[in-house]
């Protein structure tokens, strides 16, 4: 990419930010943008390998999150409300504190800090913006636009195989068809898996709601070669009686699940016969323990995190610290060493080992902790506030999900995590809304204690 281009790319960006800044602080508008960021990053790779939209533009939803930083800031001066999302922002505090001394005690690049704090930083913004801003009726809201964009990617997944004639991971839907997309895919189904069982549980949506979920999200993995999502519906009846208990309608779930499941199983080896016997217990065991992700010599789910403990963190204070934000990554303009070093093993291909080889132990913990209170805060608040816990429940689920999509995929440093970040904000949005939360700024109201 020539140095002109460059110099252009990043004035476009520049006057894009600034005119984007002054037009969300004159009109106030942060639940516009968040709605925009939800829609656009849901869309995005279609608009770009379908309608052929300019790459470029894979860098809007960084600058609607400089804008909602700002708003952010804005809001948090005039309301001084500290106690609600205190707790999840400390560990976010850590998290980037211990990246800092990574960055000082490797000499990392300035170029490495910046985009590995690129890549991370962005979702925690969006998060705390999700529980300022929006309110419960904005995501009783989301619950019917998810729904209708389970809908549009059937109509797209079916497009793409039966009349483009596209296979495997190219079959994405709203995704687009870039390789790899399935694993944003899969990040969504997953998330509307839990809503439409969290509220079907706690009988906040019909039984035809239900199998209209799991309905679409089977056909959609079927059609997508997205096998692990047969594992991954069990997975979530699991976490969702770990999270809210035996319920009467959990018995009638269980069988609608297995009949859903069995009947898409048959649906997809129609689609992909060459995997039929996929689902046996030795197939399974084999497809992530035995054989490398992208062929011969390239690392698995099981390898790859020994890997990274045995082969690049060698020293004490690699183990600690990891080699830093950003400099086991790359991007179009930059590609670190150690990413040219090691990439042909496919470690970047798995959040657990990518997150340990830049932030070390203490940076994985202290990330994943974030994780773990939210966990705790939904349950706290399902204990106070039992009319309203589906809400609380779908919150405590997707955060024990984090720890699978970790091992699973990359998918939580891609824009899927906007989306997956909005569901962990619900908890907070709606305990907010119910009155034991954020006052709004233009009320001034005095803050209440949030304490849970």
């Known amino acids: 990419?020539?140095?002109?281009?460059?110099?252009?790319?990043?004035?476009?960006?520049?006057?894009?930010?600034?005119?984007?800044?002054?037009?969300?602080?004159?009109?106030?508008k942060p639940v516009f943008l968040i709605y925009f960021q939800i829609l656009y990053c849901c869309t995005m790779r279609f608009l770009m390998t379908e309608m052929h939209f300019p790459s470029v533009l894979r860098f809007l939803p960084d600058l609607v999150t400089m804008v909602l930083l700002v708003q952010c800031v804005i809001y948090f001066q005039r309301a001084r409300v500290v106690t609600l999302v205190k707790a999840p922002l400390f560990t976010v505090g850590l998290f980037f504190t211990l990246a800092m001394v990574a960055f000082v005690v490797n000499a990392q690049p300035i170029a490495a800090l910046i985009w590995g704090t690129r890549v991370v930083m962005r979702f925690f913004v969006f998060w705390v913006s999700c529980v300022f801003f929006l309110q419960e009726e904005d995501v009783h809201?989301?619950?019917?636009?998810?729904?209708?964009?389970?809908?549009?990617?059937?109509?797209?997944?079916?497009?793409?195989?039966?009349?483009?004639?596209?296979?495997?991971?190219?079959?994405?839907?709203?995704?687009?068809?870039?390789?790899?997309?399935?694993?944003?895919?899969?990040?969504?189904?997953?998330?509307?898996?839990?809503?439409?069982?969290?509220?079907?549980?706690?009988?906040?949506?019909?039984?035809?709601?239900?199998?209209?979920?799991?309905?679409?999200?089977?056909?959609?993995?079927?059609?997508?070669?997205?096998?692990?999502?047969?594992?991954?519906?069990?997975?979530?009846?699991?976490?969702?009686?770990?999270?809210?208990?035996?319920?009467?309608?959990c018995g009638r779930m269980l069988v609608v699940g297995a009949t859903a499941?069995?009947?898409?199983?048959?649906?997809?080896?129609?689609?992909?016969?060459?995997?039929?016997?996929?689902?046996?217990?030795?197939?399974?065991?084999?497809?992530?323990?035995?054989?490398?992700?992208?062929?011969?010599?390239?690392?698995?789910?099981?390898?790859?995190?020994?890997?990274?403990?045995e082969n690049m963190l060698t020293s004490p204070v690699q183990w600690l610290f990891g080699y830093g934000l950003g400099n086991a990554d790359a991007a179009s303009f930059y590609a670190s060493e150690i990413y040219q070093t090691y990439s042909a093993t496919r470690y970047q291909y798995f959040g657990f080992a990518h997150f340990l080889a830049e932030n070390g132990v203490l940076g994985v913990v202290t990330y994943l902790s974030f994780y773990v209170i939210i966990l705790?805060?939904?349950?706290?608040?399902?204990?106070?506030?039992?009319?309203?816990?589906?809400?609380?429940?779908?919150?405590?689920?997707?955060?024990?999900?984090?720890?699978?999509?970790?091992?699973?995929?990359?998918?939580?440093?891609?824009?899927?995590?906007?989306?997956?970040?909005?569901?962990?904000?619900?908890?907070?949005i709606v305990w907010k809304d119910a009155g034991r939360g954020i006052p709004e700024p233009c009320k001034g109201r005095e803050r209440v204690d949030l304490a849970v």
């Open 141 to 249: 809201r989301m619950v019917r636009i998810f729904f209708f964009l389970t809908v549009g990617n059937v109509l797209a997944v079916s497009f793409q195989y039966l009349i483009q004639g596209y296979t495997f991971d190219f079959v994405s839907g709203l995704f687009g068809t870039e390789i790899g997309a399935n694993s944003e895919m899969n990040v969504f189904l997953v998330q509307m898996f839990i809503c439409g069982m969290a509220m079907y549980a706690f009988s906040r949506c019909s039984w035809k709601f239900l199998l209209a979920i799991v309905g679409m999200g089977l056909y959609i993995a079927a059609i997508s070669e997205l096998k692990v999502v047969f594992v991954e519906l069990p997975l979530v009846f699991c976490v969702l009686l770990l999270c809210a208990g035996w319920r009467p309608k």
């Open 376 to 428: 705790a805060k939904s349950l706290a608040f399902k204990r106070r506030d039992p009319e309203r816990a589906v809400w609380y429940v779908i919150g405590a689920m997707s955060s024990v999900l984090a720890f699978f999509y970790m091992f699973y995929s990359q998918a939580l440093r891609v824009e899927i995590t906007y989306i997956y970040m909005f569901w962990l904000a619900v908890p907070f």
């Open 1 to 28: 990419m020539s140095l002109f281009l460059l110099l252009a790319i990043a004035v476009l960006i520049i006057v894009g930010c600034v005119g984007a800044l002054v037009l969300a602080i004159v009109h106030n």
């Open 261 to 309: 499941i069995y009947l898409a199983g048959m649906l997809f080896f129609i689609f992909y016969p060459e995997w039929e016997g996929f689902l046996s217990l030795s197939s399974i065991q084999n497809y992530i323990g035995d054989m490398g992700y992208a062929g011969e010599g390239t690392l698995n789910r099981t390898t790859a995190v020994p890997y990274v403990f």
